[in-house]
């Protein structure tokens, strides 16, 4: 990465870390994606209940291999049949620590995530003892409006397209509701039975301090 621009990001940041931790949430940096595995370890106890959401981020990270180590007491979403995955979900909410990704996170230290099945938005919110989020710097944007567009433009299509959904985003690559130039959170216009935007979850100042921690890897990761 050139210098300069490697510069940049890093006091973009290091803006974002400041007010993280002003908002009671415990922050690390990783380098690159492979020094992530190292923060976790540290963050964890042998034995814990762990688990964790759908991400890619988390994936590019190695999280759910590690996880898999036999270290730990590990709700896998992979090993079970569609049937069980509610009664998978409902067991998360006692894990000893959940993993996840942001859609974005803000300068001033908000994260900001938009769900579908919304069982991970309801883990970051209450349940898990400790949330574990991770997030490359690409996640980081200046405020909630762009937060919002950018989960409308960059996070919500490539994700429809992964998961395969027959939503709007996917047929055209961006949120239904920018052509109509709405600014505002919702996705009107979206009446898929595929719609992964249902739900939304802004995490601002927390009054359980450090339950919520934040690593984010100076890497374009996820979406």
Do not use: W
Not at 20 to 36: G, I, S
Not at 70 to 94: C, H, M, N, P, T
Not at 192 to 220: F, P
Request: charged share 25%; glycine share 6%; net charge neutral.
């Amino acid at each position: 990465m050139d210098k300069n621009i490697e510069s940049i990001i890093l006091k973009r940041i290091n803006r974002t870390a400041e007010n993280l931790r002003k908002n009671n949430m415990e922050f690390h940096y990783a380098a690159t994606k492979e020094d992530v595995v190292g923060i976790v370890e540290n963050l964890l106890n042998k034995g814990d209940v762990v688990t964790h959401g759908g991400s890619v981020t988390l994936k590019q990270c190695n999280i759910p291999d590690l996880l898999n180590s036999g270290d730990y007491k590990y709700i896998d979403r992979s090993a079970v049949s569609e049937d069980k995955l509610e009664q998978l979900y409902r067991a998360s909410f006692s894990a000893d620590a959940y993993f996840t990704s942001a859609n974005a996170i803000t300068e001033d230290g908000i994260l900001y995530n938009v769900d579908g099945n919304s069982n991970r938005i309801a883990a970051i919110a209450y349940g898990p003892k400790s949330v574990i989020v991770v997030a490359g710097y690409n996640k980081i944007v200046k405020n909630l409006d762009e937060a919002v567009m950018r989960v409308k433009r960059e996070a919500a299509p490539p994700n429809c397209e992964r998961l395969n959904k027959a939503t709007p985003c996917y047929n055209t690559g961006e949120c239904i509701s920018i052509k109509d130039n709405n600014k505002g959170i919702m996705c009107d216009g979206c009446a898929s039975d595929d719609r992964i935007c249902c739900n939304y979850l802004v995490s601002a100042y927390q009054r359980h301090k450090n339950r919520i921690k934040v690593i984010i890897v100076g890497e374009t990761l996820g979406y």
